[in-house]
């Protein structure tokens, strides 16, 4: 990534004095001296021109989603969009959604376990240089050789692009005499009652979930890593997706489906580090120790039926969630965020919302709790019905698939109200590696501990 | 047959320039600022490629010689071509005397020859569309050689009206033999080319395209994978020198999908590509893949 050109690439819009509607500009909640301190930048030339309007965007999600600081203490927005590789956990977890997936899983075709490490230990040293926005590798301007890095994020950003990887229960079969570590409540997902799940959309040996708030910043890591995995693993399948972007919803608020509902109202607080405990990381005392410190990811690829859902009326809809489609409230509630009063009856004893709703049965009890992060997707056309074939990239987090997924999909796949609208077409779940020290390599307490 | 390529077919068509042809391309190096990547390629495919005895300058910064792996490279074609003609005339004489069934058993080995050479044939002019072209690969009224003959033999099941295309067919052979005599070839040329004939593999015979009504697909498969190994084993002493592993992973993934392709065997030859299962052809296309990237790293050899 050459910064110099970006500086330049901003300077040269300002001076091209692309013209920015004031009002888009100062109708946001920041105060111009708030815009000043974000950018760090020195001048209202700058500041107006269309990069330097980028960049606060850029830098107040940043700072909306709590990641790292770096935007609110006026750093260049560069450092504000790069979300850290190394650390405790791996990233893309509780890292508020971006813009952007592009979902990848793979099967492992080599035998041998050195194979597979080295396979990691690449996948380590790219995922460092693509989550920070570097060229991988050091041929990059040899004449004779392909390019160590396929280029089309040269000069972009890193776009908040972080590289989550997992390892599906396949990976602990006989191949790699991994089956003594597989942790005991980590296998493919029982049959669910209406599930219509294709081959190719389920499974894999590994994972690796890219987001961006750039598609192709997403798409370029997912590219490259299964170029440096050739010959030893190879995809199985992709899937991206997509939500609103942080520039078409500036205020930051619950993303909307594709069936026009907020969706994630209902999650846990990642903020909240004894729920985040609770609910999603693997501690030392809940299973292997290579898993201490990781989560488990179910991954379901949901088709809606979205030509029927379109014919439905609003109050159907809004009892299919058990919300009102606009506020995202409970139904009979004003608030996004008021509590499910599941109890509330109306004058005739009626539950407000119904029981067989998607929130009141997927809350239950509210003692189960998972942390959800899906992406919309839209893969075009369906050729057999004309219809549209675009759904829900359903992944949740949780350090128990059984006790937390299945407990709640479950009760779903029996009785949910949306069952009409959707179906399940792909499935996988994968056990989400912790995170991994400078110097370190994904899924090394796997291999080696 | 290749026409959607136009870089990597650019290379080679540089690098095989006849002498003679080499002082134009210095005006190259000069502005075109635009596109440096490319540019840079190009000028080194150029320079490596300014005639046969070029070798040496080649290697740029290396002292590698090239010139033995040259001399066998160039024998090897020599040998293929005289296979290739007089196995093509076998052909072309059955398809005259209206021979079908000879014709359709001679079709696929014939072809196997000029897939082995298939890169040197695309640099050396309009030889390739004229041998190779696959209908809509060139206009209706240009369309002639292999394919349309095999168009005739497997779709209307008949030698008819093919006389003409036999001879055409047969001189087109017989020019190329002639004219790979001459071409300069340099180690250049062989480390692209052998990533050219996977490609080939990759883009056009993987999905059955190329033999679309014999379905003889697997020869030409497997005529290109020789193609590229005989230039890897010409050029492994050099590899082995500069850069043991990576030799070492090319020649286990040679392995890997020549033991892929084994159970397609079928007496000489090798089964109909119709009869594969859709998962047989993704094994086979990423086992290609996965040898094709590892040989896109031999230019490693040529230095810079
Ligand atoms: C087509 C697929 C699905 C769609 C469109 C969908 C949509 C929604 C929406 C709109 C809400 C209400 C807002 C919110 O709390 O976020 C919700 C809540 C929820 N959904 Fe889903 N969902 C789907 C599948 C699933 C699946 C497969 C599960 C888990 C097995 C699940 C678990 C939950 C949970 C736990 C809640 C929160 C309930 C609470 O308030 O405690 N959903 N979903």
């Known amino acids: ?449 | 047959m290749k026409i959607g390529y136009a870089v990597p077919a650019g290379l080679l068509a540089a690098s095989l320039l006849f002498a003679g042809c080499a002082g134009k391309d210095n005006s190259n190096n000069d502005g075109n600022n635009g596109n440096s990547g490319n540019n840079s390629g190009n000028n080194a495919a150029a320079q490596a490629g300014s005639g046969t005895e070029s070798v040496a300058k080649a290697g740029g910064e290396t002292n590698a010689d090239f010139t033995t792996a040259i001399d066998e490279y160039r024998k090897y074609v020599i040998e293929q071509c005289d296979a290739f003609v007089k196995q093509t005339e076998g052909f072309t004489d059955a398809v005259k005397a209206g021979k079908l069934d000879e014709a359709k058993t001679l079709y696929a080995p014939a072809r196997m020859h000029y897939e082995r050479i298939e890169p040197i044939a695309e640099a050396l002019g309009d030889l390739d569309p004229n041998i190779d072209a696959r209908e809509n690969d060139v206009d209706a009224a240009d369309w002639r050689g292999f394919h349309k003959i095999e168009q005739a033999l497997w779709q209307n099941n008949t030698t008819e009206g093919m006389t003409d295309v036999a001879d055409r067919l047969l001189k087109d052979a017989q020019l190329l033999r002639a004219k790979v005599e001459t071409a300069g070839i340099d180690a250049n040329l062989l480390v692209t080319g052998a990533v050219e004939l996977l490609n080939e593999v990759s883009s056009s015979k993987v999905t059955g395209e190329e033999e679309r009504y014999s379905h003889t697909d697997l020869y030409d498969f497997v005529a290109n994978v020789e193609g590229a190994q005989k230039i890897y084993e010409l050029l492994k002493p050099e590899l082995a020198k500069k850069d043991p592993a990576l030799e070492q992973t090319i020649g286990e993934r040679f392995t890997a999908l020549t033991n892929e392709l084994a159970p397609f065997k079928s007496g000489e030859g090798y089964v109909s590509y119709e009869t594969l299962k859709p998962e047989e052809v993704r094994r086979l296309s990423q086992n290609l893949d996965a040898l094709a990237e590892p040989l896109s790293n031999m230019g490693t050899i040529l230095g810079v």
């Open chain 1, 1 to 449: 990534m050459n910064k110099k050109d970006k500086n330049s690439r901003n300077k040269a819009d300002a001076d091209h004095g692309i013209p920015v509607p004031e009002t888009k500009l100062f109708n946001t909640k920041f105060s111009r001296r708030d815009m000043l301190r974000l950018t760090g930048a020195s001048g209202l030339g700058l500041l107006l021109g269309g990069g330097g309007v980028g960049g606060i965007m850029a830098a107040r999600q940043a700072a909306g989603r709590a990641v790292p600081a770096a935007a609110a203490s006026g750093q260049n927005e560069e450092q504000a969009d790069t979300i850290p590789f190394y650390g405790k956990h791996q990233a893309g977890i509780l890292t508020p959604a971006q813009n952007f997936l592009c979902f990848a899983s793979f099967d492992v075709t080599t035998t041998k376990v050195s194979d597979l490490k080295k396979l990691l230990e690449d996948w380590t040293a790219a995922a460092a240089a693509l989550t920070s926005g570097t060229m991988i590798g050091t041929a990059n301007d040899k004449p004779n050789l392909p390019p160590t890095d396929t280029g089309e994020a040269d000069g972009l950003t890193p776009s908040g692009c972080t590289l989550t990887f997992g390892a599906g229960p396949a990976l602990f079969d006989s191949r790699f005499g991994l089956s003594g570590k597989r942790p005991a409540s980590f296998t493919e997902l029982p049959a669910f009652p209406g599930d219509s799940l294709e081959p190719q959309w389920c499974g894999g040996d590994l994972c690796v979930q890219a987001c961006a708030d750039d598609m192709q910043v997403a798409f370029h890591a997912i590219r490259n890593l299964a170029r440096i995995a050739r010959g030893t693993a190879v995809l199985r399948w992709t899937q991206e997706g997509f939500q609103r972007s942080g520039s078409a919803d500036p205020s930051g608020g619950t993303p909307r489906n594709l069936l026009g509902f907020k969706d994630g109202t209902g999650n846990p607080d990642v903020t909240d580090e004894t729920q985040m405990r609770n609910i999603v990381w693997s501690g030392s005392a809940d299973g292997p120790a290579w898993m201490n410190g990781g989560t488990y990811l179910a991954v379901r690829r949901v088709r809606f039926r979205i030509e029927v859902w379109d014919r439905s009326s609003l109050s159907d809809q809004e009892a299919t969630f058990g919300r009102h489609r606009q506020s995202g409230a409970p139904i009979g509630a004003g608030d996004e965020f008021a509590e499910l009063n599941l109890a509330a009856a109306d004058a005739s004893g009626k539950p407000v919302i119904p029981p067989d709703s998607h929130s009141a049965l997927a809350h239950g009890d509210g003692s189960v709790k998972i942390l959800r992060r899906s992406y919309s997707y839209s893969s075009g056309m369906d050729l057999k019905t004309g219809q549209l074939d675009a759904g829900l990239v359903f992944i949740s987090f949780q350090k128990d698939l059984m006790k937390q997924f299945v407990s709640i999909q479950q009760r779903l796949a029996k009785n949910d109200r949306l069952n009409e609208y959707m179906v399940h077409t792909g499935s996988a779940v994968f056990a989400c590696f912790p995170g991994v020290r400078e110097g370190g390599y994904i899924g090394e307490l796997l291999l080696e501990g």
